[in-house]
């Protein structure tokens, strides 16, 4: 078993009033040789954007990019028509493929708007752009992990990848067992709040731990917490 750990204090930080934005990843001017990615996991963003601010349009091209709203309400556009609002408790992704352009903008006039923005290397390359969206129960992750997204499970939003992410809000003291989806993939555990141990590593509020070469992962909750696994292919290979 590997493992690595980025304390959420060593995160890259941008903040340009309208969005303070914190990188586990390089991303933007904040560049580190060592903080690439995690296999297919690229970008992993803690976002809080000012009221009734957000992102103008852009393009992105063959990239799986999952926008997780943590508190308030995002507004999302996009090239190929598609207007929506993407609430707290749901999960939305957006497989960019050939080529797709969107603004994400706070729907909220009144109040900030916290979101993860998660962005993994496809399977398939230039495939037509696609977009997906649901909304899952705060109740059904209530000591238990939920999938919300998959690509073989039509409960959660479908990505172009071998990846699922599950969400948990774990009580103190709760332990349980994670198996790896697939041989070859590793787990990056993004801890929301509260402290948890994972295969003996604790990590606590918006710390990030990377695990692989393991088959399985033993979690306990130390304290209330909430937190985010991120299964992905260590090894990135687009066809």
Do not use: C
């Amino acid at each position: 078993m590997k493992t690595i750990i980025h304390k959420a204090n060593t995160r890259g930080h941008a903040n340009f009033g309208w969005l303070n934005s914190y990188h586990t990843f390089s991303f933007g001017s904040y560049y580190d040789p060592e903080r690439v990615h995690f296999g297919a996991l690229r970008v992993l963003n803690d976002d809080t954007v000012a009221k009734g601010m957000g992102f103008p349009k852009h393009p992105h091209d063959n990239m799986e990019i999952v926008s997780i709203p943590l508190y308030g309400d995002l507004h999302h556009k996009d090239s190929t028509g598609r207007d929506e609002i993407i609430r707290q408790h749901d999960v939305q992704i957006m497989s960019a493929g050939s080529g797709i352009a969107h603004s994400e903008m706070n729907a909220n006039k009144d109040k900030d708007v916290k979101f993860l923005q998660i962005w993994v290397f496809p399977k398939l390359a230039n495939i037509e752009p696609r977009y997906a969206q649901k909304s899952f129960k705060p109740e059904d992750r209530n000591n238990q992990l939920l999938t919300v997204v998959a690509p073989d499970d039509d409960n959660a939003v479908f990505i172009n990848q071998d990846a699922w992410f599950s969400l948990g809000k774990f009580s103190k003291d709760l332990t349980t067992t994670y198996q790896v989806r697939k041989t070859g993939n590793g787990v990056y555990a993004f801890i929301l709040n509260g402290t948890v141990t994972l295969n003996g590593e604790t990590v606590s509020d918006r710390d990030g731990l990377g695990i692989w070469d393991t088959d399985s992962i033993a979690i306990k909750a130390d304290t209330d917490a909430e937190f985010l696994l991120i299964d992905v292919p260590m090894q990135i290979d687009v066809a």
